[in-house]
């Protein structure tokens, strides 16, 4: 059912949707980690478009960070994905987490501008569109154990935790371990394997 947009919101239910990773191995080794699947890539496949592969990196992000107990009011209660600003996913998010669960958790997607309402979410995709208010946001966000997740050039020196990049034409991330610690998150060894890990400012490594 079509969503609507603002800060209405959807819950949905558990269970497994199959993508197909065509032309994208870094994101087929990032969901065979995340499913314990063999990595299978199907020449056929329909390739994915941009939005669509960095949908299905926000949900394994998901699987591959640890908030700590106060991040949410029970183990029971949704994992709340926000996009603040323009969405540029369409629908591919929600369908990305149609039927999706992590450790017995729904996935909740919010759609909203309001920063205080970011709070409540365990992880805020900041569309490029909020680029003149990234650091009303980030600071708005200082305290809270939100996992930040942007696209905008120098969103991780910046203070944002996850930031998208495209190298040869392919969906990359780096990870800022400071914004990371200040929230309070854990990342897997295996996802920091994947990524570019810098400092506030500063690069650590490359891959």
Same mark, same amino acid.
């Given at each position: 059912?079509?969503?609507?947009?603002?800060?209405?919101?959807?819950?949905?239910?558990?269970?497994?949707?199959?993508?197909?990773?065509?032309?994208?191995?870094?994101?087929?080794?990032?969901?065979?980690?995340?499913?314990?699947?063999?990595?299978?890539?199907?020449?056929?496949?329909?390739?994915? *478009?941009?939005?669509?592969?960095?949908?299905?990196?926000?949900?394994?992000?998901?699987?591959?960070? *640890?908030?700590?107990? *106060?991040?949410?009011?029970?183990?029971?209660?949704?994992?709340?994905?926000?996009?603040?600003?323009?969405?540029?996913?369409? +629908?591919?998010?929600?369908? /990305?987490?149609?039927?999706?669960?992590?450790?017995?958790?729904?996935?909740?997607?919010?759609?909203?501008?309001?920063?205080?309402?970011?709070?409540?979410? +365990?992880? /805020?995709? /900041?569309?490029?569109?909020?680029?003149?208010?990234?650091?009303?946001?980030?600071?708005?966000?200082?305290?809270?154990?939100?996992?930040?997740?942007?696209?905008?050039?120098?969103?991780?020196?910046?203070?944002?935790?996850?930031?998208?990049?495209?190298?040869?034409?392919?969906?990359?991330?780096?990870?800022? /371990? *400071?914004?990371?610690?200040?929230?309070?998150?854990?990342?897997?060894?295996?996802?920091?394997?994947?990524?570019?890990?810098?400092?506030?400012?500063?690069?650590?490594?490359?891959?």
């Amino acid at each position: 059912m079509p969503m609507k947009r603002q800060t209405n919101q959807k819950i949905f239910p558990a269970s497994r949707l199959r993508l197909r990773w065509a032309c994208f191995p870094l994101l087929a080794i990032i969901w065979s980690l995340a499913c314990n699947l063999p990595l299978a890539l199907d020449a056929q496949s329909r390739p994915l *478009d941009e939005y669509e592969v960095k949908a299905a990196f926000l949900f394994n992000f998901a699987k591959f960070v *640890d908030w700590p107990k *106060d991040a949410s009011p029970n183990e029971h209660s949704p994992i709340r994905v926000g996009v603040v600003g323009k969405d540029p996913f369409g +629908q591919a998010l929600e369908r /990305v987490v149609a039927r999706k669960s992590i450790n017995g958790r729904d996935l909740q997607i919010v759609h909203t501008k309001s920063l205080a309402e970011l709070k409540t979410c +365990q992880i /805020v995709f /900041v569309s490029s569109s909020e680029e003149g208010r990234l650091p009303e946001i980030i600071m708005s966000l200082r305290g809270s154990s939100v996992l930040t997740v942007g696209e905008s050039d120098d969103f991780a020196p910046r203070g944002g935790a996850i930031q998208f990049t495209i190298d040869d034409n392919k969906i990359r991330f780096t990870i800022n /371990v *400071d914004a990371a610690e200040r929230a309070h998150l854990k990342f897997s060894s295996k996802l920091l394997s994947l990524a570019k890990v810098i400092h506030d400012g500063a690069e650590q490594v490359k891959n």
